[in-house]
Each structure stands twice: as structure tokens, then as C-alpha cells.
């Protein structure tokens, strides 16, 4: 992502179901053409060892690794990490589905956040 590109941020919490609710209303807000009370950029985990086991170090560093890069291969994207392919196409498959990262047509992968910012509840 170049200098001059939006700035993005992802909010990941660890939440109860409630939480669920919270967004639900910030895009009823949103689609009612009022401003949503919180962003709508949410990945909730149940509890913090899912959220650990999810955002694992190796994941951190490869959604790094692409927003350095921008858009590459999975290949591309190993040989930069200087890990296996199998285990780089495992990871960026499920960061595919959690919809931290983007695939394009041409099967490029990139990340589309500028931030993480995380939120942990002691209670809700």
C-alpha cells in the first residue's frame, strides 16, 4: 500500500456473543444513512487462546511480509518468509477465510489493513 493510499484498521476483539449484536446495530446505523456508534471492520474471537492460536506469530509476520510487499504469489510470498510453501498456503488460506487478506483474480495476495488494533474484555 503506497504512502499516499487511505488508512485502514481492523478491530479484533475477544468477546462474547453480545459483541455480535453491537455490530449488528452499527450497520443497521450505517445503512440507515446515520454514522454506525463503533467501526464495522470487526474479527471477534470467543476467547483469547482462539484469538492466540488464530493470530499466531508466523501469521503476523506474513501479514507483514505483504503489507511491506503489496500484492505477490503465495510462492512469492514463501520465498520472502523463507518458510515451506505448504505451511504458507495453509496460513494464508485460513487468513483468507478469517478475511484478513485478499486474493485478486490474477491470484495475488495482499493485506488491506494499515492497523491492527485489538481489544480484550476482562468482562462484558
Do not use: C
Not at 54 to 64: D, G, I, S, V
Amino acid at each position: 500500500m503506497t504512502s499516499n493510499a487511505m488508512s485502514t484498521k481492523l478491530d479484533v476483539r475477544v468477546s462474547s456473543q453480545a459483541d455480535a449484536l453491537d455490530r449488528f446495530e452499527a450497520a443497521w446505523h450505517l445503512a440507515s444513512g446515520r454514522s454506525p456508534p463503533a467501526p464495522l471492520a470487526v474479527l471477534s474471537f470467543a476467547d483469547l487462546p482462539l484469538l492466540l492460536s488464530t493470530l499466531t506469530p508466523a501469521r503476523w509476520k506474513l501479514l507483514q511480509q505483504l503489507q511491506k510487499s503489496g500484492p505477490v504469489s503465495i510462492y512469492a510470498l514463501a520465498k520472502a518468509l523463507g518458510r515451506d510453501y505448504k505451511n504458507v498456503h495453509t496460513d494464508v488460506v485460513r487468513l483468507l477465510e478469517l478475511g484478513l487478506i485478499e486474493r485478486s483474480q490474477d491470484a495475488l495476495v495482499r493485506v488491506t489493513w494499515d492497523a491492527v488494533r485489538t481489544e480484550l474484555r476482562l468482562r462484558d
